[in-house]
């Protein structure tokens, strides 16, 4: 594709660190640098396709209903409880005992703010960096409906102390209190700031004629953020993690302002290790503090087939859109016991659908014609997952800043 002698965009260098960026085939000229800050915030991850592709909110697809039977796998005392609700009469009165559902209510939020530095170390050949500045706000609150509780207060209150501080069981006290008896965090408010993993890319454009341009990219993730909590349970634990994401993506130029990008993403992880709760059996959805032990992890690889359309209103104006379909292979664990590894791995495949927009606007041949004091490029990016399977809905919006020099 034929250039002028200007500066162009580096639009989707670094984007998978935000995973939506719409991806060109631009490099930078050999020798210029170019210093850009992205401001985004991540929202609707209180949302999650789950394993049916099915839209639901956290707080019901986390929820646990307490009845009889979950209550007696939950606490030796509930079961005790039970049985001997069950001794008074002929109606099974246990087993129709139920607590509720414990409603696990979060509001999570992700802001960042990504100071990332390119340079064009030759006319075909951009290297960049990247250091997001991750904020994670989480609001957490446990509820307790649909009990019927009041029943067995009014029936059988009075008859033991043992009896008496069952029925006045409140699930959300009882869960912290089971968390933290089996070594776990307990579920209170977030508001945190860390340095998330770091992003180095390079962007090598091998193709280009008066049409049309093929560029590769390698991204390579450093796990300089947080490593996996297996003690907190409202931990993001997506951090901490090395993988190398492969992107090859082709530019047509349809029209003298009409551009289309599609391209192919292979994102491959490095094995490593983690500490973790490996669950005895399907039902121990708590493992206890004395289940940790240290495993061997295989993420899942990410394939990503996408196409993005641009559109140049003018020498300042360009808007974008895109779509990408995206899967995600199993992760696989291993250790040195006998336990049941294939169960950290449920419903850690993944589908997502994803689109995207965006507007940009560009001052660097306005300073060419010297109408602009600086030569820089800010656009606003949106996108949102539309459908999926076992993936957070993640609405995007992002702000990016860049300059050159």
């Not at 706000?137 to 009990?147: A, D, H």
């Not at 859109?321 to 040195?336: L, N, P, R, V």
């Not at 949106?382 to 300059?403: F, K, P, T, Y």
Request: with cysteine; aromatic share 10%.
């Amino acid at each position: 594709m034929k250039r002028s002698a200007v500066l162009v965009t580096i639009l989707g260098l670094l984007g998978s660190f935000c995973a939506h960026a719409l991806t060109s085939t631009n490099v930078l000229p050999e020798g210029i640098n170019s210093p850009s800050f992205r401001f985004g915030m991540i929202d609707g991850i209180d949302q999650k396709y789950t394993e049916n592709g099915t839209l639901m909110n956290l707080g019901d697809y986390k929820s646990v209903i307490f009845d009889a039977p979950h209550l007696a796998k939950f606490n030796q005392d509930a079961k005790k409880l039970i049985e001997a609700l069950n001794r008074f009469g002929s109606h099974s009165l246990g087993d129709n005992f139920n607590l509720g559902v414990l409603r696990v209510e979060t509001m999570p939020k992700v802001k960042y703010f990504a100071p990332v530095f390119a340079r064009g170390v030759t006319s075909k050949w951009t290297l960049g960096v990247g250091l997001p500045i991750v904020s994670y706000e989480n609001k957490i609150s446990l509820s307790q409906q649909f009990s019927n509780i009041e029943y067995y207060r009014a029936q059988f209150s009075g008859l033991s102390p043992e009896l008496d501080e069952a029925l006045n069981t409140n699930l959300g006290q009882a869960t912290n209190q089971t968390l933290q008896q089996k070594g776990y965090k307990a579920l209170t408010n977030r508001s945190e700031s860390f340095l998330g993993d770091v992003q180095v890319a390079s962007v090598y454009k091998f193709y280009e004629d008066k049409s049309q341009a093929i560029i590769y990219q390698a991204q390579l993730s450093i796990p300089t953020g947080p490593q996996y909590d297996p003690d907190d349970l409202a931990a993001l634990n997506i951090f901490g993690r090395t993988n190398v994401n492969n992107t090859i993506a082709y530019s047509k130029q349809l029209t003298s302002r009409i551009s289309v990008v599609p391209y192919l993403s292979y994102i491959l992880n490095i094995p490593d290790q983690i500490t973790a709760r490996v669950p005895t059996n399907e039902d121990d959805t708590l493992p206890d503090a004395n289940s940790k032990e240290d495993v061997k992890r295989q993420l899942g690889n990410t394939t990503t087939l996408g196409g993005n359309l641009f559109y140049e209103l003018n020498d300042s104006w360009t808007f974008g859109g895109g779509y990408e379909y995206a899967t995600k292979d199993e992760d696989h664990f291993s250790g040195s016991k006998n336990s049941r590894y294939d169960l950290l791995a449920l419903n850690t495949d993944m589908k997502a659908q994803r689109v995207k927009a965006e507007v940009s606007y560009s001052s660097v041949k306005s300073y060419f014609k010297k109408t602009a004091l600086i030569p820089m490029i800010v656009s606003v990016e949106v996108s949102d997952v539309i459908a999926g399977i076992n993936v957070e809905r993640q609405l995007v919006q992002e702000l990016n800043l860049m300059m050159f020099f």
